[in-house]
């Protein structure tokens, strides 16, 4: 494959131009729709959900007006009135409860023409908003935003109408600060424009594949963005371990031919068990079931194996191609000192005990937020006052109660037999933990809990609900739905763990023939998602850095964080025990080889890391919270893996397990390098 790359360079080239070429045209020729439904057939949310299929659905917005000195006086009806007449003048959008029939969310006390709901108060109103169209939605914005009127407050509810930053600038942030660290890194634009290209070549055919495979297997409308995230990470880290071991090559002297040959015997190998490691790992998230995990575990799939044949086929074709003047345009590299890397790992090796310890503490105390880790779903809540949806979130729960944007709806099952709705309301009614309920047709009820819909008390309302109601009666809504997946995700977590855990063992063993090394990279891995995990919970749920918002963890985020951490860390535990067991094979001595092997690849691990971190700190910033939490997920399991778990309490294990680190059954030291010569 090597051989065929370099000698038909221009052909592989011609060939991944005309592959994603291809692929962007098909993807732009039959798009697959993006699908956020996610369902449980077993659960009882949804057995009651297809029980009310007939009743008509919650509006996708809502218009909040609030004003103190009451939004029925005539100076303010007229105003709001005004500004409904003019949304009902865009194409595609109603606003008012005319010639729309009441949903189970709206309640009916306080019904007006012109807002369908006023508060107790009379200082809050909310008027439905229906919408369809491209542009609807922004133009709704656009008018909301021109709305003045003298004491009186509009804002918008509803995920569709929240402020939105575009990807591309999250993205193209990331992209820069990725391409500072490797002009760093490298100190030769030609070099730090190799995996770059490599990036977003990868990346560029990943998310036309993931478009037109949607149209298979269903996949949400976050999945191609947490593919953008994952694919430029991994890919522009490969591409970077690859250039360095090439660069190495040239200055020991070998021709370019040569030293492509070598660094994709080395690197490469790395690169392609790595992107295995990923990929399988990735897939864990399949344990929610096809139809919940297969659109996210294919958008991660799709990211990194397009990155990954793109740093084993098209990247040596192009060092080929480019040879020594990938030095071009460089600054003088600096020479005859040695490396920090060198002089750090003794010190650890020394001390190996107290710095392993140092470390293990120091990870054990970032990942102790961990053991209060809550599973929920977010909503306008949990985003900053800045946003629109949360100032209209704040106005609604003052106006109509913490519990009535996340309602929970009783459904009378058919076989329900006497039992009556009124029945079942009054009962309903008598639960601690009820606001109000009150019947809505002849077999559906509407209940409205005192606390948030992500309260920890509503979560136990509704488990007392289906507790203490009759048998016939189910409980649905959005809050019980979201409450439903948080369990059930919580339930395949640890299956999830444990094939992540059993299939990583069983490739490092094929990668390093021992036992040992597999089972301290998985101890050290688990401390670092540990560590990441820790972080997320005391930034998002404990809210330590003063956003102003605070909520329980996505219910998926957790899994997916897992699995993608736990092969991230992977990478880095391939990249530097590669080089260890190459030092090890060709001296024999484990001290020596865990030095060698760390002064050889920190610069790059380093360099890989902080690219890894900046492109997922980059998403920290994006609208939507659960990919912010998995942006800053990643960027913490990155930061601390690549620091206190690569720099100390790797080396430090190694240097306390000593030649036990290679212990393999049956596989003597002789055999070990006899197979290395042979492969």
Request: glycine share 10%.
């Amino acid at each position: 494959m090597i051989a065929f790359c370099t000698r038909h360079r221009r052909l592989v080239l011609m060939l991944w131009l005309a592959l994603t070429a291809a692929l962007v045209a098909a993807a732009t020729a039959w798009p697959g729709p993006a699908n956020d439904d996610f369902t449980l057939p077993a659960s009882e949310s949804q057995r009651a959900a297809e029980l009310l299929g007939d009743l008509p659905a919650e509006p996708p917005g809502t218009l909040v007006i609030s004003a103190p000195s009451g939004v029925g006086g005539p100076a303010v009806r007229q105003a709001v009135a005004g500004l409904v007449d003019r949304l009902n003048s865009v194409p595609g959008v109603h606003a008012g409860p005319a010639d729309r029939p009441a949903t189970p969310a709206e309640t009916p006390d306080g019904d007006d023409e012109l807002y369908g709901q006023i508060s107790p108060d009379g200082t809050i109103g909310a008027i439905p908003l229906e919408f369809s169209g491209s542009g609807a939605a922004e133009r709704i914005r656009q008018l909301r935003d021109g709305f003045r009127a003298p004491g009186v407050t509009a804002e918008l509810a509803g995920d569709d109408l929240a402020d939105f930053t575009p990807g591309g600038a999250v993205e193209g942030a990331g992209l820069v600060a990725a391409a500072v660290v490797l002009l760093v890194a490298f100190r030769s634009l030609v070099a730090a424009a190799l995996p770059l290209i490599i990036g977003i070549t990868g990346v560029t055919g990943g998310v036309a594949l993931l478009t037109v495979l949607r149209n298979v297997v269903p996949a949400p409308g976050f999945a191609v963005y947490l593919m953008i995230m994952l694919g430029l990470g991994v890919g522009i880290d490969y591409a970077l371990l690859i250039v360095t071991r090439f660069r190495s090559c040239l200055d020991e002297g070998l021709g370019v031919q040569e030293a492509v040959e070598q660094a994709m015997r080395t690197a490469g190998r790395s690169v392609l068990f790595a992107g295995i490691i990923v990929i399988t790992t990735g897939a864990g998230i399949l344990f929610l079931g096809p139809s919940l995990g297969g659109g996210v575990a294919l958008a991660a799939g799709c990211g990194v194996l397009m990155v990954m044949l793109a740093s084993l086929t098209l990247l040596p074709a192009l060092l080929r191609m480019i040879g020594t003047r990938v030095d071009r345009f460089a600054l003088p590299r600096r020479t005859g000192k040695e490396p920090l890397s060198s002089r750090w790992s003794r010190v650890v090796q020394r001390r190996p005990w107290t710095a392993g310890l140092l470390a293990l503490g120091l990870l054990l105390t970032l990942a102790l937020p961990a053991t209060q880790l809550r599973a929920g779903w977010s909503d306008a809540g949990d985003r900053p006052v800045t946003d629109t949806t949360r100032r209209a979130h704040d106005l609604l729960a003052q106006g109509f109660g913490p519990g009535a944007q996340g309602p929970l709806v009783l459904a009378i099952a058919p076989d329900g037999g006497a039992i009556a709705v009124e029945q079942v309301v009054e009962q309903a009614r008598r639960t601690p933990g009820v606001a109000r309920a009150y019947a809505v047709g002849e077999r559906a009820a509407l209940v409205v809990p005192t606390g948030e819909p992500q309260d920890e008390a509503t979560t136990a309302l509704i488990h007392r609900l289906r507790a203490e109601l009759p048998a016939p009666v189910l409980v649905t809504g959005s809050t019980a739905a979201a409450g439903d997946f948080a369990e059930f995700s919580a339930e395949r977590l640890p299956w999830t763990v444990a094939a992540v855990l059993l299939a990583s063992f069983a490739l490092l063993m094929a990668v390093f023939r021992s036992l040992v090394l597999p089972v301290k990279a998985i101890v050290v891995n688990l401390l670092s998602i540990g560590a990441a995990f820790g972080v997320v919970v005391a930034v998002f749920q404990w809210d330590v850095l003063g956003r102003g918002a605070s909520g329980p963890i996505d219910a998926w985020v957790p899994m997916m964080l897992f699995v993608i951490t736990f092969g991230l860390s992977m990478d880095y535990e391939v990249f530097l025990l590669s080089r260890v067991r190459e030092e090890y094979e060709r001296t024999r001595d484990n001290g020596r080889a865990v030095t060698a092997g760390l002064a050889r690849t920190a610069r790059v691990i380093t360099a890989a890391a902080t690219i890894m971190f900046c492109v997922f700190a980059a998403f920290g910033a994006f609208d939507d919270r659960a990919l912010q939490i998995m942006g800053v997920g990643l960027a913490a399991a990155v930061l601390v893996d690549a620091t206190v778990v690569r720099l100390v309490l790797v080396p430090a294990a190694m240097e306390v397990l000593g030649e036990r680190n290679w212990w393999f059954p049956g596989l003597s030291s002789g055999r070990l390098t006899h197979e290395r010569n042979v492969s």
